[in-house]
Structure formats: structure tokens, C-alpha cells
């Protein structure tokens, strides 16, 4: 550790004290005060392949960032309808919570129990409701779905000039099954004012700065978007309880927008009369209202809140850099998706796009679930080959086949993915 953040780290010590430290870790730290000479906690130090191993994910996932821990998924290891959870991604904003017990959970929807919030002075929800998960279980039906969650920076690697924040190639994104309840049924129990506009989220995940007084992210979606049957207030992926890095106990899963309003660690629902502001609303996920010169510097006043994600698809198999001898038939794997919930068509090219080839398209297996596409392909020689994929909506807009509209910080990246492949 250069010298400069030794500094830094004591004078974070000095400064946050003692209760801060103990709410990062969880716990009191009974001898904290003869922690000197720069040390800090280890439990408060950087997570490495250790805490994957530790929280059962894949240790072939690729670490993108340790503090906090961000982790993306090779696509073809996302080569299947639904993503086993130890595949499942992680972006983490803040510390993962610890000592969690699932079964003293509230999930508080109104009231102005966070300290801090901005969201205190203008909360338009009817009354304050707190539920235990037993209670959600109880109290709404209970639906198992398919959602995929894809985060805004995914692809932000390729753009040019290069955005600042995790450096994500096409991993950050996934497909699970969550069991839930709808996050519609449950704010229609608790009832809103008419001037409710937006809803945000809180979750028990503590600030990187041990500061127990900020939030690492705070975000939210339009009231109509909260209000539509696919959001879910999840306690289960893949049958199973939450895995920590995801969310355990209790998330939202709000498909079709960036995977930054999908709450992990949930544990207070605001609705606002006006969009919500909370940490990484105003300054994070948000692109130029109208489109921009690349390196352009974007006024505050011309950025606008990300809503839907773009259509896109991913090359599952075979993965970048296989080989097949010639005369072999190959069966490109892949899945493809869109925010508006689903893909028409999905087209392959082994020509560097001159010549398209309609794959077959599965059905999704509901609304927002990605589905797999497949095709044979056949090359007219051995060499060097690209597979590139495109997907296309019902409306008839199609990925690009270059990187879309430059953005100050690097989010919506939907560009055809493209594989290597020899022909030997
Ligand atoms: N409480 C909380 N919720 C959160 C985050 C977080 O850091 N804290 N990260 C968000 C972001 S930016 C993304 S992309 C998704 C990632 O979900 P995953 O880690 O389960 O893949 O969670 C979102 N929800
Ligand atoms: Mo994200």
C-alpha cells in the first residue's frame, strides 16, 4: 500500500470512529482502539477470489473490481436458458452486509426510517407497512418467473474514448429464475397518494467509507413501471434462497431497466411525488437526452435518467477462440434479449456481416426471460472466422453492428458480440 492511502485509511479511522466501523463490520469491535498504525479491520479490506469461493460463485467468474466486489460471467458460461446462481454476476456498490437473520427481515414500504434519506421530506405513500418475508409469503400470491438483469455499464469496455467505471466486457448479465411476490400486489396493499410518481429503494448494504450515515445506492423506476406485474420482490433464485452477494434475504428484480433499480438487500420501499433522488439517481445511469460528440463534456442539464435497456444478444457457445475442423458443422448457441421484454429475430454472419443468416428463436419462458437462439453453420474453408450476432425487435429495431452512441459514462453498450473461431 503506497503511502498516500496509508494516510488516507487513518484519516478515515480518525475521522468515521469507532460506531461507523463497527456498523461496516457488522459487529462490535471489542479491542478496536488498539488498532494503530494504519491497520485497518480485515474484514473491512478488499474481497478477493477468496469470497467468491466463500460465497459458493464460480471461481471462473472475472473479478472486475474488489472494493466493492464486482464480478462478470465468460458468455459461454452463460450458455443455458436459466443462469445457474454460482454464474450469476455480482456489482456490488457498497460493503455486503453481514449477520443477516432472514427470519427478523422487514421490508418497510413509506415511513422515514433511514437515516438521512432525502426521500424524508416528500414521500407521497398512504401509510408505513413493515413485513417480515414470512409475512409476504403469507399475505400475496406467490409467483416463480425468469428475469433477466443486465447492469447499465455492461459492454462499457469497448467504448472509445474510454469511460471511467468498472471496465465490464459482456458478462453483467443473467438470467435466473426468482420466486417473489409481485412488487405491484404490495404497494397496492399499502396504498399511495395520487401525486406518487416514482418509487426508490434502500437496501442494508453499508457505505464503502464505513460512514453509517450514507447509502452506497439508492435507486428507483417511474411509479407505472413499479406498477407493472413483472417486478418482483425476490427471497429465491433458482429455488434456493438468495445467495449474499445477490441480495440475500430479500431484493427487488424489476426487469427491462438497468439492473441498478433491481435492490439488493432490501429493506425499506419509498414512494416519492417526485423522481426519486437518492445516491447514483442524479450524477449515475443517466445518458445524454440528445446524442453527443464522443469526448463531448455533457451539461447536468441535458443528462437523462436510463429507462429501458436496448435489444441485445450473446454468443454462448462455441467460446471466443475455438477451433473446428473443416467439413465440420458448428452449432452457434446464444441468447438474446430486449428491454421492452422480447426479441423477434436473431441473425448470424460468419462474414463480417456481409451475409445474414435467420437463426431459430425459442419462445422466452415468460416476459423478460432472454431466449435461445441456434443455428448450423457451415464454413467454405479453413482460416480465421467471426460469428457476430443481431438481434432484432418487434418493432424492427436492430443491435448495431457498431458501438452506439458515445456517453460520457459508458452505459448501454449494444453491439453485436462477436466470437473468433479457426477453421483448421
Ligand atoms: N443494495 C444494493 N442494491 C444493488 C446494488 C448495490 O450495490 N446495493 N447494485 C446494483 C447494481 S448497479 C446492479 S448491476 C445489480 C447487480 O445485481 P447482482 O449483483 O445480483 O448481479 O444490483 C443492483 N442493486
Ligand atoms: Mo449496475
Given amino acids: 500500500m503506497d503511502h498516500e492511502k496509508l494516510l488516507d485509511r487513518r484519516g478515515f479511522f480518525k475521522k468515521s470512529g469507532l460506531l461507523a466501523i463497527a456498523a461496516a463490520i457488522g459487529s462490535e469491535v471489542p479491542f478496536l482502539k488498539n488498532l494503530s498504525g494504519g491497520l485497518i479491520p480485515v474484514a473491512m479490506a478488499a474481497p478477493t477470489m477468496e469470497d467468491l469461493k466463500i460465497h459458493g460463485k ?3 467468474l472475472v473479478v472486475l473490481g474488489d472494493k466493492p466486489i464486482v464480478a462478470e460471467t465468460p458468455p459461454h458460461l452463460l450458455d443455458s436458458e436459466v443462469t445457474p446462481s454460482d454464474l450469476m454476476f455480482i456489482r456490488n456498490n457498497g460493503l455486503v452486509p453481514t449477520n443477516i437473520d432472514a427470519s427478523t427481515w422487514t421490508l418497510t414500504i413509506g415511513g422515514d426510517a433511514v437515516p438521512n434519506s432525502p ?3 416528500s414521500e407521497s405513500t398512504k401509510k408505513t ?3 417480515t418475508i414470512a409475512e409476504l409469503k403469507s399475505k400475496f400470491k406467490n409467483y416463480t ?8 455499464g455492461n459492454g462499457r469496455s469497448e467504448f472509445n474514448p474510454p469511460a471511467k467505471g468498472n471496465q465490464w466486457t459482456m458478462g453483467g448479465v443473467g438470467c435466473p429464475t426468482w420466486t417473489g411476490v409481485r412488487l405491484k400486489d404490495v404497494l397496492e396493499s ?3 397518494e395520487k401525486d406518487a410518481v416514482y418509487i426508490g429503494y434502500y437496501g442494508a448494504d453499508p457505505h464503502v467509507s464505513g460512514d453509517a450515515s450514507k447509502v452506497p445506492i439508492s435507486r428507483g423506476v417511474p411509479l407505472q413501471k413499479a406498477l407493472e406485474a413483472d417486478g418482483l420482490i425476490a427471497w429465491e433464485m433458482n429455488g434456493a434462497p438468495l445467495p ?6 430479500l431484493r427487488l428484480v424489476i426487469p427491462g431497466y438497468p439492473a441498478s433499480v433491481s435492490g439488493k438487500w432490501l429493506n425499506r420501499i419509498v414512494v416519492r411525488n417526485k423522481v426519486h433522488d437518492g445516491p447514483k439517481m442524479v450524477d449515475d445511469y443517466r445518458n445524454p437526452c440528445t446524442p453527443v460528440e464522443p469526448a463531448s463534456d455533457v ?6 435518467v436510463i429507462e429501458q435497456m436496448p435489444i441485445k444478444s450473446l454468443v454462448t457457445f462455441p467460446a471466443s477462440g475455438a477451433k473446428f475442423n473443416f467439413g465440420q458443422k458448428v452449432e452457434v448457441r446464444g441468447n438474446a434479449w430486449s428491454g421492452i421484454g422480447d426479441v423477434k429475430e436473431v441473425f448470424v454472419s460468419i462474414d463480417f456481416g456481409a451475409t445474414w443468416m435467420k437463426t431459430m428463436l425459442k419462445k422466452p419462458k415468460n416476459k423478460f426471460a432472454w431466449q435461445r437462439f441456434s443455428a448450423n453453420l457451415e464454413f467454405p474453408s479453413k482460416g480465421y472466422y467471426e460469428v457476430w450476432a443481431r438481434a432484432v425487435d418487434k418493432k424492427g429495431v ?3 453492428m457498431v458501438i452506439p452512441g458515445w456517453n460520457p459514462k459508458g452505459y448501454l453498450n449494444n453491439a453485436t458480440h462477436r466470437i473468433a473461431i479457426k477453421i483448421v
Avoid at 244 to 249: I, S
Fill in 119 to 121: 426521500a424524508r421530506a
Fill in 190 to 192: 399499502v396504498g399511495y
Fill in 58 to 60: 464460480n471461481l471462473q
Fill in 129 to 131: 407497512v413493515t413485513f
Fill in 244 to 249: 449474499l452477494m445477490n441480495g440475500y434475504p
Fill in 299 to 304: 451539461p447536468g442539464s441535458n443528462m437523462c
Fill in 398 to 400: 436492430s443491435q448495431p
Fill in 145 to 152: 418467473s425468469n428475469l433477466l438483469i443486465e447492469c447499465g
